[in-house]
């Protein structure tokens, strides 16, 4: 046992090591005054951020070179895939060796950061804002989801409200004679048919991959998420009969072989290699991901066409959600001292401009785009140097609706065409109305609850449990004290933000 316990402490500390040291290296580095006449040198900044493509960014990645110039820094950047992020994210705040800048994936997911929030380990960067107008550009719902006692120690790093959801084959559709879905009746005969018919003529196709199939349950319950506003008071729906509905729902595609049989274990790239081999016409995904899709599919037949759903309707009406208006959040821990706080929020500023914006998503004019009737038109080299949201876009974003509608090497009919959906998206869309709301209990025990509902909605799919047995579940909670009070201290949460708007 002391063995055990002796790897498992190196462990620790290895992955410490490793993140520490792009956490402190080149420190001191904070712009002193050159020369008289000389310019000031670069100030040497440390970040922590995530990614979600192929490749992150290198350390020459001309894209890096350029926010540099272009804000005097000298940009050390820790890339760290999503797929193990929060893991590391974690390890790291533990360790209490921070760089000068983390991007989280939100202010209460990691329950730590709320911790040190309260002991003041971050700044309080509510009086240095308003001197950053761009930073101040984004919807005022945004800034409100992301502050702590009505205090701003993050900045969100804006993504558009309306960002994807279900999304087809629609290449599909047309080779079948069928129309798109717009109830969830109509999708489960789409969904039959690119079963049998196989449109692609792949062996083993199935109506839908299964990422992200919490949206079935969204689209029954009218709710994005766990919650749904009613009265002016929070409804865990987890509680109601809808949900049951969603259930009956998707055992029918798994009895009927339409989603794949170990759907439950099976990791983010198995689903996307089902929707880009041409075995699935239905999946959930953002729409500039979808373009990515499309572009490694186009390779193989210039006929794929994924496109976004607008909205499916079952007993509660139309349905499609909405996203935080956020990819996450920056903070900046206190041991950062105030001059290089100012710096960092310049960078972020910066990043959040329109010239930022256009460096993040489609780089350097003339390496990475042309401009053809006021549409970049990116090329190869874009890709290759990890533009857009996937990477740069995780720290420098300026707002704008339609930034998920583009996608480096997309041509401007799909642009124009996921334009449309957008505004179709936005008249209909149903907000998170929990993002940034706090339950202590839920910090301590929400996850244990989360994975035994979670477990139980499997088994009752795949036919390892009844339906009986959810009810029982169901009825269990309504009556245990804890989730009782979590849905209390939630509804305590949601009053406290009403009252202050």
């Given amino acids: 046992m002391k063995s055990s316990k002796k790897r498992a402490s190196i462990a620790m500390l290895s992955m410490v090591a490793l993140l520490a040291a792009a956490c402190s290296g080149n420190q001191g580095g904070e712009g002193t005054k050159a020369e008289v006449g000389k310019k000031e040198a670069p100030v040497s900044l440390n970040i922590l951020s995530n990614f979600s493509i192929a490749q992150p960014p290198g350390p020459d990645n001309p894209v890096t070179k350029e926010f540099e110039n272009r804000t005097n820094t000298k940009l050390n950047i820790t890339w760290i895939s999503d797929g193990v992020y929060n893991d590391k994210l974690n390890v790291l705040l533990a360790s209490g060796e921070l760089p000068d800048l983390i991007k989280l994936p939100d202010t209460t997911s990691i329950p730590q950061f709320q911790a040190m929030v309260e002991q003041g380990a971050f700044w309080d960067l509510t009086p240095f804002l308003k001197d950053y107008k761009n930073l101040m550009d984004a919807p005022k719902q945004t800034w409100d989801n992301t502050k702590i006692k009505g205090k701003n120690y993050v900045v969100p790093i804006v993504r558009p409200l309306e960002v994807g959801g279900l999304a087809i084959r629609r290449d599909w559709l047309d080779k079948l004679g069928l129309k798109m879905p717009t109830t969830m009746d109509e999708l489960y005969t789409v969904m039959k048919a690119f079963k049998e018919k196989e449109p692609d003529g792949n062996k083993g196709t199935y109506g839908y991959t299964m990422r992200g199939n919490d949206t079935i349950d969204n689209i029954y319950n009218g709710a994005n998420g766990k919650w749904k506003a009613v009265g002016g008071k929070l409804v865990d729906v987890t509680l109601e009969p809808t ?92 041991s950062v001292p105030e001059v290089k706080v100012k710096k960092i929020l310049s960078l972020l500023d910066f990043g959040a401009s329109a010239d930022g914006h256009v460096l993040s998503n489609y780089g350097i004019e003339g390496v990475h785009y ?77 996850a244990d609850f989360t994975k035994k509902i979670n477990d139980m909605k499997t088994q009752v799919v795949m036919g390892k449990s009844t339906i009986d047995a959810w009810d029982k579940l169901v009825a269990e909670l309504k009556q245990d004290a804890n989730y009782q009070k979590i849905i209390q201290e939630m509804n305590a949460s949601y009053q406290e933000r009403l009252a202050s708007k």
């Fill in 243 to 334: 949900m049951r509905d969603a259930l009956l729902f998707k055992k029918r595609l798994y009895d009927e072989g339409l989603i794949p049989p170990d759907y439950a274990v099976m990791k983010d790239n198995q689903y996307w290699d089902l929707a880009t081999s041409g075995r699935a016409g239905v999946t959930s995904e953002t729409i500039e991901a979808l373009w990515r899709w499309t572009y490694d599919q186009w390779k193989r037949d210039p006929k794929v066409t994924w496109e976004p759903i607008v909205s499916i309707s079952a007993s509660q009406g139309q349905f499609t959600g909405q996203g935080s208006g956020m990819i996450g959040v920056a903070a900046i821990p206190k």
């Fill in 370 to 446: 042309k401009k053809e009737d006021g549409f970049y038109v990116t090329n190869e080299q874009a890709v290759k140097d990890s533009l857009g949201p996937g990477a740069f876009g995780k720290l420098f974003m300026k707002y704008d609706p339609y930034m998920y509608a583009f996608a480096p090497g997309m041509p401007k009919d799909i642009f124009e065409r996921n334009k449309k959906i957008i505004d179709a998206k936005s008249k209909v869309s149903t907000p998170n109305v929990t993002v940034g709301l706090l339950s202590e209990t839920n910090n301590k025990m929400g």
